[in-house]
């Protein structure tokens, strides 16, 4: 009797403890094996290519390690789809652009991952290097446009956290058609005079997350673009820069809108703007809806609250026209704070397509220790 009993307990103990046994194992790929120095003059960009190349060709999960030192890089592409859906950067090291801006100011992206699922950055610093490229824009010589220094493109299921990215050419972060997207415990910092500078920016992406982070720029902290639908923005440290802005909208005669965004609990010192929509004076069937702008403490913001639907910086070659952008169902609470200006709250809204469901609850901001103004429609 005791072996039958034996026979019938044998595969349901193997059921239980045979799936662990077979866990795939994480392999770890370091630069420096694939030739990678931490050398200013040495070009490990093909380094990278190959621990990118094995990393992503491995049916098991797979870690790519940066190890502390500065790595110089030309402008790269990390294509996918790959063999798994989980890639994990670990960087403790310094990737850094080349001094000469010309090398990758005409590439689109600095650094660009396309197509990907599943790929997470933990720490490292990127180096963008711009100092030199904003100073030929600023001088009005012929410059090249400028690379972002980190893109995602097509994807999905992305991690970043705790990374920096310093003195990028032009934007700092940017996702674009992707899906389900952290960031959280990143740092970005350039000067306030840093041209197109944006902090990190979104579109045409959905489901975005960004915690607890710090940016400092010379443009947007965050820029939400078109397309842009579920983004989460919470715990930001803004300044100096632009402030959060949806926006600009409505370049495009049909272009896709941007629905539910949360902004809360957010900081803003010494910024040209707080929260801000933009749009452009055109036609287009673009919108801006069910945005809510919650617990933001300003601090000698020029322009704390702002809608501007005839948006043309510098005043060049302006549309002149009613925008046809639809911005409605916004709410703006508890915003409190000090503005660098009397009119703190501003809404130029289209002639022809008017904001609506525009709601304020709970703003006190000051100016010069008396209340702010607002310029209503």
Not at 137 to 150: E, F, M, W
Request: hydrophobic residues 35%; aromatic residues 8%.
């Amino acid at each position: 009797m005791a072996r039958t009993i034996l026979l019938l307990f044998l595969p349901l103990f193997l059921f239980f403890v045979l799936p662990t046994s077979f866990a795939a194992p994480v392999i770890t790929y370091n630069v420096l094996n694939y030739g990678a120095k931490s050398v200013p003059s040495f070009d490990s960009t093909q380094a990278f290519m190959a621990a990118w190349t094995h990393a992503c060709g491995s049916t098991n999960p797979a870690t790519i390690y940066i190890p502390p030192g500065r790595f110089l890089l030309r402008n790269v592409i990390f294509r996918g789809p790959c063999k798994n859906n989980a890639i994990v950067l670990h960087m403790d090291g310094t990737l850094v652009a080349p001094f000469d801006y010309k090398v990758i100011g005409n590439a689109e992206q600095w650094i660009l991952f396309e197509d990907v699922n599943g790929v997470s950055i933990y720490g490292g610093v990127l180096d963008g290097q711009g100092t030199n490229l904003w100073a030929c824009k600023r001088d009005g010589r012929s410059c090249p446009t400028g690379a972002k220094s980190l893109g995602f493109r097509g994807s999905e299921n992305i991690l970043i956290s705790g990374l920096t990215s310093l003195n990028s050419q032009m934007f700092h972060i940017v996702f674009d058609g992707c899906n389900t997207v952290k960031v959280k415990g990143v740092r970005v910092s350039a000067p306030g005079n840093s041209p197109n500078t944006d902090g990190i920016h979104v579109g045409k992406s959905s489901g975005v997350s960004i915690f607890d982070s710090k940016i400092g720029t010379g443009d947007d902290c965050i820029s939400i673009g078109p397309g842009t639908t579920n983004l989460w923005i919470e715990n930001v440290a803004c300044g100096p820069g632009h402030g959060i802005s949806i926006g600009s909208l409505g370049w495009e005669l049909q272009e896709a809108g941007v629905q539910n965004v949360t902004v809360k609990t957010v900081t803003f010192t010494g910024t040209q703007n707080g929260l801000r929509i933009k749009s452009w004076a055109r036609p287009s069937s673009g919108f801006a809806k069910s945005i809510l702008f919650q617990h933001a403490v300003m601090t000698n913001v020029d322009n704390p609250i702002v809608i501007d639907q005839n948006y043309c910086p510098d005043h060049k070659n302006c549309p002149n026209k009613a925008s046809g952008v639809k911005i409605s169902g916004v709410t703006y609470q508890d915003i409190h704070g000090t503005s660098a200006t009397e009119v703190a709250v501003k809404f130029d809204c289209s002639s022809t397509t008017p904001c609506t469901g525009i709601k304020l609850e709970d703003i006190k901001l000051s100016y010069r220790s008396k209340a702010a103004k607002a310029s209503l429609p």
